[in-house]
Every structure is written in C-alpha cells, then in structure tokens.
C-alpha cells in the first residue's frame, strides 16, 4: 500500500502543484488586465485633461472675440450716432435753407409784379403825356 499512497501523494502534489500554477497564471492575467485597464483608465484622464485645456483656451478665444465684436459694435453704434446728429443738422440747414429760397422767390416774383405794375403806371402816364401833348 505504500506504492499506492506514494501515488495518491504524487497525485494529489501534482494536481495541488496544477491549481496553484493555474492560481498563479490566472492572478498573471488579471493583475495585467489591470494594468492595460489602469493605463487606459490613465490616459482616458489624460485625454479628457487634454481636452478640457484645449476647451478651455476654445473659451478664451471665443470670449476675447465676442470682447472684441462688442467693442467694435459700440464704436459703429457711435459712429452711427455721430452720423445721425450730422443728418439731422444738416437737415434742419436744408430746411432753413429751403425756406429762405422761397422768401427769395416769393420776393423775385413780387418785384416781378410790382416791375410790372411800375411799368404800366409808367405806360399810362406816358400815354397821357402824349395825349396831352407835352
């Protein structure tokens, strides 16, 4: 019987030696498992840091541009202003201006008149002088 205990004890040390070395291989694989997943799980951070800088300057950027729109909005609001303010002074010179043409015409057209009838008071006087003679 000690053949056969040898036996039994070669067995049960190889099948013990098995599982331990399967135990081992499989505690390999999961601690390397680990490993890619801890590096993927590294540079998934480092890629979402990466990204949040790269949106963080995209921000800076789009803030100084909309600064800048801003500033060039207010000066063309100020232009604009300024335009207006001209337009409406020039405006009021073109309506003075418009008024005095028809004072002038008004006045052109009464000494046309008043020339008119200066003329025929002088027509009739010259009339009668020659009907009178002298």
């Known amino acids: 019987?000690?053949?056969?205990?040898?036996k039994k004890l070669l067995l049960v040390g190889i099948a013990c030696?098995?599982?331990?070395?399967g135990c081992w291989l499989y505690g390999r694989y999961i601690d390397s498992r680990a490993r890619a997943d801890s590096r993927?799980?590294?540079?998934?951070?480092?890629?979402?840091e990466r990204d949040n800088q790269s949106a963080r300057h995209d921000i800076n950027d789009a803030t100084e541009q909309i600064k800048s729109a801003q500033s060039a909005?207010?000066?063309g609001q100020a232009n604009l202003d300024t335009a207006t303010g001209r337009l409406e002074e020039m405006q009021g010179r073109a309506d003075t201006d418009e008024a005095l043409i028809n004072d002038s015409q008004r006045?052109?057209?009464?000494?046309?008149?008043?020339?008119?009838e200066a003329k025929r008071i002088l027509d009739e006087i010259d009339q009668r002088n020659k009907g009178n003679g002298t």
């Open 40 to 48: 993927n799980a590294l540079e998934s951070v480092q890629q979402a």
């Open 1 to 6: 019987m000690n053949e056969e205990r040898k």
């Open 107 to 116: 006045l052109v057209e009464q000494s046309r008149a008043d020339l008119a």
């Open 17 to 21: 030696i098995l599982i331990f070395a």
């Open 73 to 75: 909005l207010d000066r």
